[in-house]
């Protein structure tokens, strides 16, 4: 055991020179920007899948079911290697032929598909809490279903995806470090390289990208608990992320 | 897809180093989530915040990370592991932050009167929580448990970028020696919906069950 070398200032010394933070930074720069991408276009899609689940549609209903279920029972790993893998041999859409070798791109791809279908059930999970009266009342209005949706069902639904949507975005930010086995340039592989050209200890390098990670994530939390979470709702919230399955949300009252 | 299937032995020693690395993991993170959870409900405020601080570092950051330090970081301290045991400490300890959670949820759920009956009954406080508090606990926490060995087996896919041979890892081998993705992964995929399709089944039966006769 050489213990020592935990505290070895020549170890650490290469934080001191702002070269090496302006490294680290591009690799958050990168690691930003997948999980940015992610979120935006996983809410979107996210919205899509539930409202199509929801729906009467056979032909809506069905294939978003399908796809939500096996998804998000799949490893977020093995998404990552089947976008970058497959988006060089191409996909076709709607006839359409596209395909990407940037694996910047194959990320993007692999955890906004992931997110969707996990969002998709928080989305759901949230306009299923909304009580039935007021959709009643809605629809009493004269209110077609986009606009009793858009006006009455999603504004009082969306404070309650918050939550467990924030805790998804959490988890969303940890999965960019497995990018890294694509060859991505985000904030792990810039650390292994730091460590990899002995600029400092590996342990080093991995616990200041760990306190990267740690602020950007604990931040997010904090904001989540501004938004009257109940005791446990939180921690189910959390831990259903984890599994890309989504706590069953309680009733009011 | 012959070529995958030639190559499906592979494919399925990959998934066998799988299941054990998701059942030791599961066993470890079980027993240091609830001596971590039981630091989070003790009476004294040093261990609380130990116990807290363990939580919010662990669950906060990115389970290769930890993968790597097991692996990667141990031997610049000279202690080097073998990779399989470097994965398995790594999803342990990850995977534990969430199981102390959901312990310490499941404790703080048994009544204060029950404590206080235990503790005026002579039970000292390790008997209160064996005999009283932790089997009541361990009824609610269950589902989320359940949720957990979900993640925790999809998880495992992360000990290919540490160089274990499991099922993920050996789908990379076989994808690259007959370039058919789409068989190659759709394999793969097949046997992890195969572990994870059945447990969400049960989880969300066993939480419909547990939640029945109770109100939110």
Known sequence: ?253 | MERVIANLPLLLSGFHTTLQLAAGALVLALLLGTLVALLRVSPFRVLRVAGAAYVEFLRNTPLLVHMFFWVFGLPFLGITLPEFVGALLGLAFYTSAFVAEAVRAGILSVSRGQIEAARSLGLSYAQTMRWVVLPQAFAITVPPLGNLAIALTKNTSVASAVLVAELMYQAEVVNARTFATYETFGVTGALYLALTLPLGWLVSRLERRLTRYRSA
């Open chain 1, 1 to 253: 055991m050489q213990l020592d070398r935990l505290f070895g200032y020549r170890y650490w010394k290469a934080f001191l020179e702002p070269e090496i933070w302006v490294f680290l930074l591009t690799g958050l720069q990168a690691t930003l920007t997948i999980a940015v991408a992610a979120i935006a276009l996983s809410l979107v899609f996210g919205t899509l899948l539930a409202l199509a689940r929801l729906g009467r549609l056979p032909l809506l209903h069905y294939p978003a079911v399908l796809y939500i279920e096996v998804i998000r029972a799949l490893p977020v790993l093995f998404l990552i290697f089947f976008f970058f893998f497959g988006g060089a041999r191409g996909f076709s859409v709607a006839g359409v032929r596209v395909s990407w070798t940037d694996p910047i791109v194959a990320a993007i791809v692999a955890l906004t598909a992931y997110t969707s279908a996990v969002n998709a059930e928080i989305v759901r999970a949230g306009i299923l809490s909304i009580e039935k009266g007021q959709l009643e009342a809605a629809r009493a209005l004269g209110l077609p279903y986009i606009q009793m949706m858009r006006l009455v069902v999603l504004p009082q639904a969306l404070r309650r995806m918050v939550p467990p949507l924030v805790s998804q975005f959490i988890t969303l930010v940890k999965d960019t470090s497995l990018a890294y086995v694509i060859g991505t340039h985000e904030l792990l592989n810039k650390a292994k390289i730091l460590y990899s050209g002995f600029e400092t200890g590996p342990i080093q390098a991995l616990f200041v990208a760990a306190l990267i990670y740690l602020t950007i994530n604990y931040s997010l939390s904090r904001f989540s608990r501004r938004f009257e979470v109940r005791p446990g709702e939180e921690l189910r919230a959390e831990i259903a992320a984890e599994a890309g399955t989504v706590a069953p949300v309680p009733a009011k009252g």
